[in-house]
């Protein structure tokens, strides 16, 4: 009944082909969903990326967050969107990293914490904008949905599933407001993307953690 509820409490959200009632956007949020071998984004992912890079090129947003999990070395999600985005065309300059991106949570609680969003366009898969759109509404965000859904994947069953537990566990999560794992300074969107690239590495807690040092 929750998954149901959620659902239909977002579904006006998701914006199909017409995107007029996507105005004044303060940034296109791209959510992170795995690399191979540290080198290349996932076929979910690659999608994800080049919806976000085609809402971009029609002028939804002046600048996309790639957001995603580089909590270690040998785990950069954010540089391998970015340097994607790049090769299609993107300026670095619009685009800014988020390395704590560990989860859907708080990759949004930090759009808005940290990088100022007040109205954002969160790229997914269809399955994952439900819970994804939820959580921005609970944390006060004004957020659309555009689906990447470029193809059949093939773990979807797997997927849905887990997003089917994932939501119970982010409903009760929004009733409690954690902060994400990690904050750190305000990045003003209205200033370069090349900020959030890497420039020194610190050891935060059990994970090494990307802080950009101005």
């Given amino acids: ?18 995107y007029s009632k996507l105005k004044n ?3 296109i949020l791209v959510l992170g969903a795995g690399i191979i071998n540290n080198t290349r984004p996932t076929l979910m992912l690659k999608d994800r990326i080049e919806k976000g890079i085609e809402l971009y090129k029609k002028g939804i947003a002046p600048k996309i967050i790639m957001s ?7 785990h950069d999600e ?15 300059e619009d685009i800014f990293m988020d390395h704590a991106g560990f989860c859907s949570y708080d990759s949004i609680y930090r759009a808005k914490e940290v990088f100022g969003a007040k109205k954002i366009v969160i790229v997914s898969q ?4 439900y819970r994804s759109l939820y959580i ?3 944390l006060g965000v004004e ?3 555009v689906k990447a859904d470029a193809r059949i994947y093939a773990k979807i069953i797997y997927y849905e599933i887990r997003e089917f537990l994932a939501t119970y ?3 009760f999560k929004c009733r409690k407001m954690p902060k994400p794992k990690f904050l750190g300074e305000k990045i003003s969107l209205n200033q370069s993307g090349d900020v959030t690239n890497d420039k020194k590495w610190i050891k935060s807690g059990c994970q090494i953690i990307n802080k950009v040092i101005k």
């Fill in 136 to 138: 921005a509404n609970k």
């Fill in 126 to 129: 269809k399955y994952h904008l």
């Fill in 169 to 171: 566990k982010n409903y």
């Fill in 68 to 74: 995603g999990d580089h909590g270690r070395k040998n």
């Fill in 143 to 145: 957020a659309y949905g």
């Fill in 25 to 27: 956007i303060d940034c």
């Fill in 78 to 92: 954010v540089n391998i969107m970015k340097n994607y985005a790049i090769n299609k065309g993107v300026p670095s």
């Fill in 1 to 18: 009944m929750l998954n149901i509820y959620i659902r239909m409490s977002t579904s006006k959200q998701i914006i199909k082909k017409d």
